[in-house]
């Protein structure tokens, strides 16, 4: 009786500890709940957050030739990490399906995987503002002439030129580049002007179809020219880009459930690295195409580089790879003084391109397709 008495009185206290370690615990939480929902906060007061990414987008995630992640997404968010001394952010690879199921079911605290903004994930996950808008192209075949080239640096398809009349635009089915399409040709259809358009499920059959003249033009975001699908191609066919903007942007996806606090953090970083001319220096470097950046050329003055530039100085080369891993060393590398100084420097076109960059606030619509969750862009 006595052993079981001192049993009972251990049990005791047990209990009585358990449950003032719960209440400490659940009082902590209760006080940042806040800033982290998701209750990660160690006892130094930083928020330790999983990310999820699939690097086989380039040159936004990819593994780089030192089996380590690299791109424009993984320098900015190590950018933003960097700037927020009260988050811890972990990067997980996976396949972009899972990337957005994980972040939907809460595995994932958020996810940066050149995401485009829809209406359909919207109803599932929490998007930040977008950090990049897309711009598109159009890829023709010349001796067709079905679509000319007025601009005056031959590097450019006016709108119109593409939406009037009579006019047969193909696309990649399931990626928000056909739904983008599709509201530009209802709005053609609106003032009475006919355009088709064609959705095929892979780039090869809408190749195809372009040169065969079944379809006048294939239009995609710009970022996609260098895919091998269509670089293969380079030869048959041109790539010019449309004067169009996109309803849509690149976002960072969150968890839908008590995130307000954290989307504003993330937000308020995007708002910052635009402003000071980050964002654009980065897309620069990576070579991607930035939605105002053809404008802010013809106001300084300056021309667009011809294609045989370009071959020189290696952007479309295997070449141009090894100096943006090198890039990425050295963005990585850099202190926060490197990267001010670099901010002044890209300042000037960054006011220029801030006005574009920042308004794609308008979310696309939802996809025709349930494709559109295995698509990247």
Known sequence: MIFATKNLKVRAIAISTLVACITFISCSDDKNAKI????????????????ATSPDFKPFEYIASNGKLSGFDIQLLEKIDENLPDVSLSIHETSFDKVLSGVENG?????????????????????????YVPSFSALVVEEYKAIPVTTEDKSMIQRDEIFKEGIRIGVLKGTPTEEATINEVMNCKNKGVHVEVKSLDTYKALLKELHDKNIDAVLIESVEVDNPEI?????????????ISAPYGYGIAFNAKNTEGLVKKFNEQIDILTKSGYISSLAEKWNLPMIGKNNSEKDNGTKKKDDNDEAKEGKNSDSNNVDNEKKDTEIVANNSKETNEESAETSAEAKKDESAETSAEAKKGEPNTATVEENKN
């Open 107 to 131: 595995k994932y605290e958020l996810a940066m995987s050149a995401i485009s903004i829809t209406k359909d994930r919207s109803s599932k996950i929490t998007f930040s503002k977008p950090y």
């Open 36 to 51: 982290n929902p998701h209750k990660k906060i160690s006892k130094d007061g930083v928020m330790h957050l999983n990310v």
């Open 231 to 243: 670089s293969q191609h380079s030869q048959l066919v041109s790539a010019y880009e449309v004067q």
